[in-house]
């Protein structure tokens, strides 16, 4: 078979590698110049991989039976739109390592709290005895494990929109929605199609699989009549999984969440879909609860890095988007310096006003997208431009007082400055640490 896989980052790479153990005729495409891609070019080289660079030609494209755009490229472009009239099958790497593995499979996916819950759900299942593969969207691509799943007794995936709009097939045993809010406009071709790309996650389940969702989402409520699967929605009282300010309660069984170290009512949610998810795969209350209280937050999430003049700093450098922003805004007690920005994404800031507007005593904008972030949201708060992530951090210092929080949440993705969100976070922590 040809195929072209589009993209040489983690996930091209390891679907090339992949391809070519599988005995097809691979080509790849990237954007980026040979000379940027360095020894990977060479690696690709040697494995016999058909490199185009530079950008991407309609022939190249024309020639494939079978096309693998990584996550990221987005599914509307011109070459990939006139590969698919001419009859060739597009799929995600996901799509294609779901077809060479049969193990059990819970997948994450939402526009908030995906590495969080799927990391839990890991983490209780390993502490009940369980070999968990976490890969997908977090960490390892799922096709660098085809021929060594044997080493795993069920699979955690977290999944984003790029991954799920190419699925074809793919039936996870327990699929996890846990919110769906505007992001990755940059990519889809509206919001529609990033709902449509989301909800593709419970398409191929059957009766006997189960589906765990935000009880009160009202996007995620246009698609549960489309649910083949068994329903439990996760909320307040009335719904099979409620929290009721203390207690999660689950098919009976309560969960006692008092001294759990995840902050804020976002991370409850978490909860209830991670224990709902484990429950349903046999882990035990006991351990599900123990590993609950358990589990610290993770790096760049609401992070407290500490007190500079009575005035607590964290690091929530994962808020990639605007409804990330609003549940850290709404974690935290007032008043707030918020520091944010970073690359666009084309959504809009206007959910944010309401928890500026109450919370927030300055705003300190920064990076591509400052000054349409100042004309949605520097009306509710004193709002100030700075030009680095230094520069933003120096005029939060300026307006410090004791009791203030100060909270860097870019709302925004990275890439205008910095490669990736962690790199972002870490660059943050460093001048925090500095000062």
Same mark, same amino acid.
């Given at each position: 078979?040809?195929?072209?896989?589009?993209g040489?980052?983690?996930?091209?790479?390891?679907? !090339?590698?992949?391809?070519v153990?599988?005995?097809?005729?691979?080509?790849?495409?990237?954007g980026?110049?040979?000379?940027?891609l360095?020894?990977?070019?060479?690696?690709?080289?040697?494995?016999?991989?058909?490199?185009?660079?530079?950008?991407?030609?309609?022939g190249?494209f024309?020639?494939?039976?079978?096309?693998?755009?990584?996550p990221? &490229?987005?599914? %509307?472009?011109?070459?990939?739109?006139?590969?698919a009239?001419?009859?060739?099958?597009?799929?995600?790497?996901?799509?294609? !390592?779901?077809?060479?593995?049969?193990?059990?499979v819970i !997948? &994450?996916?939402?526009?908030?709290?995906?590495?969080?819950?799927?990391?839990l759900i890991?983490d209780?299942?390993?502490r009940?005895?369980?070999?968990?593969?976490l890969?997908?969207?977090?960490?390892?691509?799922l096709?660098?494990?085809?021929?060594?799943?044997?080493?795993?007794?069920?699979?955690?995936?977290?999944?984003?929109?790029f991954?799920?709009?190419?699925?074809?097939?793919f039936?996870?045993?327990?699929?996890?929605?846990?919110?769906?809010?505007?992001?990755?406009?940059?990519?889809?071709?509206?919001?529609?199609?990033?709902?449509?790309?989301?909800?593709?996650?419970?398409?191929?389940?059957?009766?006997?699989?189960?589906?765990?969702?935000k009880?009160?989402?009202? &996007?995620?409520? $246009?698609?549960?009549?489309?649910?083949?699967?068994?329903?439990?929605?996760f909320?307040?009282? @009335?719904?099979?999984?409620?929290?009721?300010?203390t207690?999660?309660?689950?098919?009976?069984?309560?969960?006692?969440?008092?001294?759990?170290?995840?902050? @804020?009512?976002h991370? &409850?949610?978490?909860?209830?879909?991670?224990?709902?998810?484990?429950?349903?795969?046999?882990?035990?209350?006991e351990?599900?609860?123990?590993?609950?209280?358990?589990?610290?937050?993770?790096p760049?999430?609401?992070?407290?890095?500490?007190?500079?003049?009575?005035?607590?700093?964290?690091?929530?450098?994962?808020s990639?988007?605007?409804?990330?922003?609003?549940?850290?805004?709404?974690?935290?007690?007032?008043p707030?310096?918020?520091?944010?920005?970073?690359?666009?994404?084309?959504?809009?800031?206007?959910p944010?006003?309401?928890s500026v507007?109450?919370?927030?005593?300055?705003?300190?904008?920064?990076?591509?997208?400052?000054? $349409?972030m $100042?004309? %949605?949201?520097?009306?509710?708060?004193?709002t100030?431009?700075?030009?680095s992530?230094?520069?933003?951090?120096?005029?939060?210092?300026?307006?410090? !007082?004791?009791?203030?929080t100060?909270?860097?949440?870019?709302?925004?993705?990275?890439?205008?400055?910095?490669?990736?969100?962690?790199?972002?976070?870490?660059?943050?922590?460093?001048?925090?640490r500095?000062?």
């Amino acid at each position: 078979m040809k195929v072209l896989v589009v993209g040489a980052g983690k996930t091209g790479m390891e679907t !090339a590698r992949f391809l070519v153990g599988r005995g097809a005729s691979v080509s790849l495409s990237e954007g980026a110049s040979e000379e940027k891609l360095g020894e990977k070019a060479a690696e690709l080289k040697s494995l016999g991989v058909e490199l185009e660079t530079g950008g991407h030609t309609a022939g190249t494209f024309l020639a494939a039976d079978l096309i693998i755009p990584s996550p990221g &490229v987005p599914f %509307d472009i011109p070459p990939l739109r006139e590969a698919a009239k001419r009859g060739a099958e597009i799929m995600s790497e996901v799509e294609l !390592a779901s077809r060479f593995l049969d193990k059990p499979v819970i !997948a &994450v996916t939402g526009s908030n709290g995906k590495t969080t819950t799927s990391t839990l759900i890991a983490d209780i299942l390993e502490r009940g005895g369980k070999h968990v593969f976490l890969g997908a969207n977090i960490g390892t691509p799922l096709v660098s494990i085809v021929g060594k799943e044997d080493e795993y007794d069920v699979l955690v995936l977290e999944l984003s929109s790029f991954q799920l709009q190419g699925v074809k097939t793919f039936r996870p045993n327990v699929a996890v929605v846990l919110n769906v809010s505007p992001n990755h406009l940059d990519h889809h071709s509206s919001f529609e199609e990033y709902a449509e790309s989301k909800m593709k996650i419970f398409a191929n389940q059957t009766p006997g699989d189960w589906c765990i969702y935000k009880a009160d989402d009202e &996007v995620i409520a $246009r698609y549960v009549n489309r649910m083949k699967s068994k329903r439990l929605p996760f909320g307040g009282p @009335g719904n099979a999984v409620s929290y009721d300010g203390t207690d999660v309660v689950f098919g009976g069984e309560t969960y006692d969440l008092t001294g759990m170290k995840l902050a @804020g009512y976002h991370n &409850v949610e978490n909860v209830m879909a991670a224990i709902a998810a484990t429950r349903v795969m046999g882990a035990s209350p006991e351990v599900i609860e123990r590993a609950v209280l358990g589990f610290d937050p993770l790096p760049h999430r609401n992070e407290l890095l500490g007190e500079i003049r009575g005035a607590r700093f964290y690091n929530d450098s994962k808020s990639t988007s605007p409804g990330a922003t609003e549940r850290a805004l709404e974690s935290l007690p007032a008043p707030i310096i918020l520091i944010a920005g970073g690359k666009d994404k084309g959504v809009s800031y206007e959910p944010l006003r309401g928890s500026v507007r109450e919370k927030v005593k300055l705003l300190v904008l920064f990076g591509e997208s400052r000054f $349409r972030m $100042r004309e %949605d949201l520097g009306g509710d708060a004193e709002t100030v431009l700075a030009d680095s992530l230094e520069d933003a951090v120096g005029k939060a210092l300026g307006s410090l !007082a004791p009791g203030d929080t100060v909270l860097f949440s870019p709302a925004c993705s990275s890439f205008d400055m910095f490669g990736s969100y962690e790199e972002r976070g870490r660059r943050y922590k460093d001048i925090v640490r500095n000062i």
